[in-house]
């Protein structure tokens, strides 16, 4: 069946370090890839998206790049704030007949320290 | 606009006891979703509403769940003779139910104890 797995944490990084998170799929078709943010307290908001190969979705400094010949989606920055520290979660979704459902990874939690 | 919003946002109950979870959708989403978080665990699918079709029910762990959502829009999930392997956070997301990709708008959660 489909599948994300993530590297597994929790991450602890400094203030202004770069930041990588590792995500790899395994899917029946081409899905579109998510990576959602949940700040502590609150419900997941999606933080960026990338619905065919080689695009790159960015939002508020992070990127991430879908590759097909790696079936990898890894989510980067280039410098993490404090305000960064929240769970990370990579997801893919299959368009087609009665798929609509999100699969998710387990999730990263991330910790910036000042 | 207004999000998804669940309630109660915390629900401690004993072992035995019935549960029940709601969601508000955002107003105009046809499509409604509910997941499980565990600890240690990502985000397992339970059930989908679209409009009137009938829900898919395929992630439902057992027969003690069910869910239903009345009028196309508010959603209330049942749990039954609650277990302690129960204890999770339960998020309901929402959707305009567009084919394709369709981003999903996730509540804060309903975090259920069952000691």
């Known amino acids: 069946g489909d599948s994300v797995t993530q590297m597994e944490g929790p991450v602890t990084l400094s203030e202004e370090a770069f930041l990588t998170i590792n995500c790899t799929y395994t899917a029946t078709g081409y899905p579109s890839l998510f990576w959602y943010v949940q700040y502590p307290g609150e419900g997941l908001q999606l933080l960026l998206k990338a619905t065919k190969a080689d695009d790159k979705g960015s939002n508020k400094g992070f990127e991430a790049t879908y590759r097909k010949e790696t079936t990898s989606f890894h989510l980067e920055k280039g410098s993490v704030q404090v305000s960064d520290s929240a769970v990370y979660f990579c997801a893919l979704h299959l368009s087609g007949a009665g798929s609509y459902q999100l699969t998710f990874g387990k999730g990263t939690k991330l910790s910036v320290i000042p | 606009g207004a999000g998804v919003s669940q309630s109660p946002s915390n629900k401690v109950t004993e072992k035995g006891k019935d549960v029940e979870l709601r969601c508000d959708p955002i107003s105009g989403h046809t499509a409604l979703y509910w997941y499980r978080q565990s600890l240690g665990q990502g985000l397992e699918f339970l059930i989908y509403?679209?409009?009137?079709?009938?829900?898919?029910k395929s992630g439902l762990p057992s027969d003690r769940f069910s869910a239903e959502r009345t009028g196309g829009s508010v959603s209330t999930l049942t749990i039954q003779r609650t277990q302690q392997e129960d204890s999770a956070v339960y998020l309901c997301?929402?959707?305009?139910?567009?084919?394709?990709?369709?981003?999903?708008?996730f509540g804060p959660g309903t975090r259920l104890t069952v000691t």
């Open positions: 509403f679209q409009g009137n079709s009938a829900p898919d």
């Open positions: 997301a929402s959707s305009l139910g567009l084919a394709g990709v369709d981003e999903q708008y």
